[in-house]
């Protein structure tokens, strides 16, 4: 039997409503094809989330041989886009024999002109590299957090470095990254990393340690550092920063800081830190009063609740 033309498959593929055949027609265009026009609508049509959610172990042969082909080579793919959504697909997948392909994608660079653009090919393939070896994926992992190459846009590939040293219980690496690059990663406009790496060294983490690193990035009030050592501290039901965790939402300059620590607590459930609002709120302003309210009407109600939530109406 004669196989569909592209520009059939194409047109079967945006007629089709089904699934199953929608996922089926996708991987066929995808495996075919070398004209990017097919490939963008082909991988576009297979990370819709119902068909991305019927991707299974049978498909990742195709899937495999396309990211492959890029690999190998790369000229034909400068930004690393087909690679990266490639790569997302085969990691949602979970085949093991992939590792090779997450070690390829932690490895890549591509510049364009002068600059690394590839920066989210290697945070997902460190997440797929992560759920196959967690050895191999804290050495690279380290290696990319705090990397120059670290995306403007969003912090990556040193926001997933992150997230899986916290994920492995590996403390150290982020605070050297905080001691050594944590200042400069705020000048460069890259403080999201610096708020999540604050946020991320764990319960047993030294309190006198720690309690340093936050006076020494709370001197400039940058909200989403200033967000990131509001987290650890509720997070990790840090008692004996409470105080320090009040001073800083009570003199924060920023009425959005001001806001979102207000939040956190008040959707901590943790009744020792909802009563530190009740206590705040007695000396609330009118200029952030109405924090305070959006704030304890995400607590649950009661009888208490509801009385400094009606003194501050």
């Not at 049978?58 to 087909?82: C, E, M, N, S, W």
């Not at 070896?133 to 957090?145: G, H, I, P, R, T």
């Not at 403390?171 to 050594?180: E, H, S, V």
Request: zero cysteines; a negative charge; charged letters at 25%.
């Amino acid at each position: 039997m004669k196989k569909a033309s592209q520009s059939k498959l194409h047109e079967q593929l945006m007629q089709t409503i089904n699934l199953s055949e929608r996922r089926d027609l996708a991987l066929e265009l995808l495996s075919m094809t070398m004209s990017r026009q097919y490939i963008d609508v082909a991988l576009r049509i297979l990370q819709e989330e119902e068909v991305s959610e019927i991707l299974n172990s049978t498909h990742q042969p195709v899937l495999r041989a396309k990211v492959l082909y890029y690999f190998d080579r790369p000229d034909k793919d400068k930004a690393g886009l087909i690679r990266e959504q490639i790569v997302r697909l085969l990691v949602d997948i979970g085949v093991p024999e992939d590792i090779d392909i997450y070690l390829k994608g932690v490895s890549t660079y591509e510049s364009q002109p002068v600059t690394d653009v590839t920066q989210n090919l290697r945070a997902v393939s460190l997440a797929g590299l992560a759920n196959e070896d967690e050895v191999l994926a804290s050495v690279y992992a380290v290696k990319l957090l705090g990397e120059n190459d670290t995306s403007q846009f969003n912090g990556e590939p040193s926001i997933t470095a992150v997230t899986l040293l916290r994920r492995f219980n590996q403390p150290l690496p982020i605070f050297q990254f905080l001691l050594r690059q944590g200042k400069n990663f705020i000048e460069r406009g890259l403080a999201e990393v610096v708020g999540k790496a604050l946020e991320s060294l764990g319960k047993d983490f030294p309190l006198h340690l720690y309690e340093e690193l936050a006076d020494d990035f709370l001197q400039n009030e940058v909200p989403v550092v200033v967000g990131g050592i509001i987290n650890y501290i509720i997070e990790n039901d840090v008692s004996e920063l409470y105080s320090r965790m009040v001073q800083i939402i009570e003199e924060a300059e920023d009425n959005d800081l001001h806001k979102y620590g207000l939040i956190m607590m008040a959707t901590s459930r943790n009744e020792d830190i909802i009563n530190l609002i009740y206590v705040m709120a007695e000396n609330s302003t009118m200029f952030n009063r109405a924090n305070f309210i959006e704030a304890l009407e995400l607590v649950p109600a009661d009888d208490k609740r509801d009385a400094v939530l009606g003194s501050l109406q």
